[in-house]
């Protein structure tokens, strides 16, 4: 009876283990770099920018991503809790961060892919087109100014926040005339209903807004910005941003720790490649390398109407 009881025993494991397989297996061929599902974690300044290279990517390949919006320091837990994920963000990842998945075995792999721009913006009513970036870190440091009567940001652990607190050289913005909503959308549709105040934001929300955001977005400005130790003032155009004018230029990446070769690697490198970074030269964002051009020379003119 024990031996049959053992028997049932050894059988029961190997069919267990046979299946562990099987899912693997099957799980493996749903997914690959341009097959399959995933999710891909956004900085929410990049949203608009992201939601076209998706768009373009699944209409080419058989391939759903879903596209999950949230700050940077949300993105960043999200990417420690998980055994594997995708994020695209506006900063590579420190060195301390680089440690705890190293801990964890994985080892990220960084594709760098556009640079973008941190915009000012102010109601259309305002005059003044010009701000001086001294000024702005001074107010955040606590400082009192007649040039600014407040400043909005999109949410308090946004790549944005994070981006100013740095350049001022604080932990946290302070609690007087500097706000800070959720969203980007937000800031623009505050900064459109009243004068006076000045919106931070990613510059992928002017140069790309969504179809119901661009009524807001042409009720405001978009300010010309002097560097601390600059002389004249530039608008966060892509030429400005190429040429190293602006002032408050920032790499994106995308951040692959999915550590196996799924879509996460398909998807960076889409973004990455000719297709993806003609996307971002539309945009009005800067890609990592200019898309070429074909001219083509006729060595005759016709006339022909």
Not at 153 to 181: C, H, Q, W
Not at 189 to 215: R, S, Y
Request: charged letters at 25%; hydrophobic letters at 40%; one cysteine or more.
């Amino acid at each position: 009876m024990r031996k049959i009881i053992k028997g049932l025993v050894l059988v029961f494991v190997c069919f267990l283990f046979m299946m562990c397989n099987q899912k693997e297996q099957n799980s493996a061929k749903k997914e690959s770099i341009l097959k399959g599902s995933a999710t891909v974690l956004v900085d929410e300044t990049l949203l608009p920018i992201m939601e076209e290279q998706v768009a373009v990517f699944e209409s080419s390949y058989d391939a759903k991503i879903k596209l999950v919006s949230k700050s940077e320091s949300e993105i960043v837990l999200s990417l420690f809790n998980s055994k594997s994920g995708i994020a695209v963000l506006t900063r590579n990842l420190t060195d301390e961060e680089n440690k705890i998945f190293v801990q964890k075995k994985i080892t990220p792999k960084i594709t760098k892919f556009a640079t973008d721009a941190i915009a000012f913006i102010s109601n259309k009513s305002d005059k003044d087109t010009l701000i001086d970036l001294k000024h702005v870190i001074e107010f955040m440091q606590g400082k009192t100014s007649s040039k600014i009567k407040g400043l909005v940001f999109d949410n308090p652990n946004s790549s944005t926040v994070r981006y100013m607190n740095t350049l001022a050289g604080i932990k946290s913005i302070p609690e007087k005339g500097v706000y800070s909503f959720k969203t980007n959308e937000e800031v623009i549709k505050f900064v459109a209903k009243n004068d006076g105040m000045i919106g931070v934001l990613g510059l992928n929300w002017l140069t790309q807004p969504m179809p119901e955001m661009q009524q807001f977005v042409d009720e405001v400005n978009v300010l010309s910005v002097k560097g601390v130790s600059g002389q004249n003032y530039y608008v966060p155009s892509q030429n400005n941003i190429a040429e190293g004018k602006y002032a408050l230029a920032r790499d994106l990446y995308i951040v692959n720790c999915q550590g196996y070769t799924g879509l996460g690697m398909g998807f960076a490198s889409f973004v990455a490649g000719d297709i993806g970074q003609r996307i971002i030269l539309k945009s009005g964002l800067l890609p990592v390398r200019v898309p070429g051009r074909k001219i083509n020379i006729r060595n005759e003119i016709s006339n022909e109407k």
